[in-house]
T-cell receptor
Framework: ETGVTQTPRHLVMGMTNKKSLKCEQH?????MYWYKQSAKKPLELMFV???????ENNSVPSRFSPECPNSSHLFLHLHTLQPEDSALYLC?????????????????FGAGSRLTVL | QKEVEQNSGPLSVPEGAIASLNCTYS??????FFWYRQYSGKSPELIMS????GDKEDGRFTAQLNKASQYVSLLIRDSQPSDSATYLC????????????FGSGTRLQVQP
């Protein structure tokens, strides 16, 4: 258990469904991230929230909609997805905005949500 | 050019040997470098971080950084079958960004 909990662990949905992925961190971190991991490709950053404000958005299609109601919770709302969106979605968190050598860049990942779009 | 490049492998080494994993990055302004290990079906976990040129040792692991050559490596001494995993190199490529940029990972197989 890393202190970052993701639910559900597995999700199968049709292209017309609406579903949400949830992430919760118990580490006292103040930044949260969504990454997408597809087979044989690098982890792709999707969104970054710092102090509940979205600070990075990597040209993600609008069918993915993030929500960060507080510094401990992060959601990824999914609607009208495509089969190519099938992947492992990883949530991560980190602490603070300190300088070099601080914990600011140390990401702690959740176990991931394996999404299959039919 | 990819921002962070790794050989996908698999890299196969016998048990007890030294495994050497390499990573190159494109942004000369990069400041922070990390190695994550990811077992099959699991999430990445941090094993090493390095911020300045030279070597950093932690148990059987040694990270090496050469900013002039834009190169970072991970050495695993006395490799064990339990070290078999995918090793992800991650770089903070811009001081204005919080997130890390990852390579696609090198799969390591340690043969008993």
């Amino acid at each position: 258990e890393t202190g970052v909990t993701q639910t559900p662990r597995h999700l199968v949905m049709g292209m017309t469904n609406k579903k949400s992925l949830k992430c919760e961190q118990h580490l006292g971190h103040n930044a949260m991230y969504w990454y997408k991991q597809s087979a044989k490709k690098p982890l792709e950053l999707m969104f970054v929230y710092s102090l509940e404000e979205r600070v990075e958005n990597n040209s993600v299609p609008s069918r993915f909609s993030p929500e960060c109601p507080n510094s401990s919770h992060l959601f990824l709302h999914l609607h009208t997805l495509q089969p190519e969106d099938s992947a492992l979605y990883l949530c991560a968190s980190s602490l603070g905005s300190g300088g070099l050598g601080s914990g600011a860049n140390v990401l702690t990942f959740g176990a991931g949500s394996r999404l299959t779009v039919l | 050019q990819k921002e962070v490049e790794q050989n996908s492998g698999p890299l196969s080494v016998p048990e007890g040997a030294i495994a050497s994993l390499n990573c190159t990055y494109s942004d000369r302004g990069s400041q922070s470098f990390f190695w994550y290990r990811q077992y099959s079906g699991k999430s990445p976990e941090l094993i090493m971080s390095i911020y300045s040129n030279g070597d950093k040792e932690d148990g059987r692991f040694t990270a090496q950084l050469n900013k002039a050559s834009q190169y970072v490596s991970l050495l695993i001494r006395d490799s064990q079958p339990s070290d078999s995993a995918t090793y992800l190199c991650a770089v903070r490529v811009d001081t204005g960004r919080r997130a890390l940029t990852f390579g696609s990972g090198t799969r390591l197989q340690v043969q008993p």
